[in-house]
């Protein structure tokens, strides 16, 4: 699966008709995610562009940097320290840092989405696939009308490949409306899930589906969120020769 620039960038304009109208009021109030408002998911979102930016242009110059120093501390410490901004500056800043991580994207050519960067020690492609997710997984925690069953079909199954670890092995999951299947990790047949492919992908992503998936008894347990794969310090710099596929769903590390 290519990198998929332009779903994010139709992700991104979505995102921004969602929050053209909101005013200070609403900003603050409280969004689905426990302890956070509205205003700390738009800081977050913003940052989160700012970063993944940050990575691009150093990527394109054959450079490695990390995306924080602190880790998730200093990630979340910026989006409380921002999450008060008013409306108006909230929407002038996601714009700004949007158009800049979309202006990096547009530099990078096949060859560059290959180069590594330090987020999950991964490639840049990695990046526009976090992205994806961050952006619509969020605009369901704004709790302004979109809902996983507005995602797009093609991000569902992506998260779904991304979150299987989550599930105990032998899972098996079944998306009757679009008729794929996953199955988690190794081991004998466990249980099997079924719904449609949108909510499958909210489940194990923390946000509410708009119809519970089903299995035979209760749903299984999930596990941790997918680790960030230790940093490899001797990783090399130059990007893979061309032609060399560099991501797909199978190695997909974001």
Known sequence: MQPPVASVIEAHRTLEGLVAELNDQQVAEASALPGWSRGHVLAHLTD????????????????????????????????????????????????AHTAGLEASWARATDVDRCRPVTFRDADLAATV???????????????????????????????????????????????????????????PPGTV???????????????????????????????PWPPHPPSSATRALRPRQAGRPCHGPAEDRS
């Open 193 to 223: 899930v079924t719904g449609g492919v949108r909510d499958l992908a909210a489940w194990p992503a923390g946000r509410t589906p708009v119809v519970a998936p089903v299995a035979a008894g209760e749903l299984p347990a999930l596990g």
């Open 129 to 187: 696939f976090a992205r994806w997710r961050e952006a619509w997984s969020h605009m369901v925690d704004l709790e302004l009308g979109v809902r996983p069953d507005d995602w797009p079909e093609d991000l569902a199954a992506h998260a779904i490949d991304f979150l299987l670890g989550r599930l105990p092995a032998g899972t098996r999951i079944h998306a009757e409306d679009v008729g794929r299947q996953w199955s988690a990790g190794d081991g």
């Open 48 to 95: 989160n562009a700012r970063t993944f930016a940050r990575l691009a242009e150093h990527a394109l110059r054959g450079e490695l940097v990390v995306g924080y120093d602190d880790g998730v501390h200093e990630r979340d410490a910026i989006s409380g320290a921002t999450a008060d901004r008013g409306a108006a500056e909230h929407r002038e800043q996601l714009a």
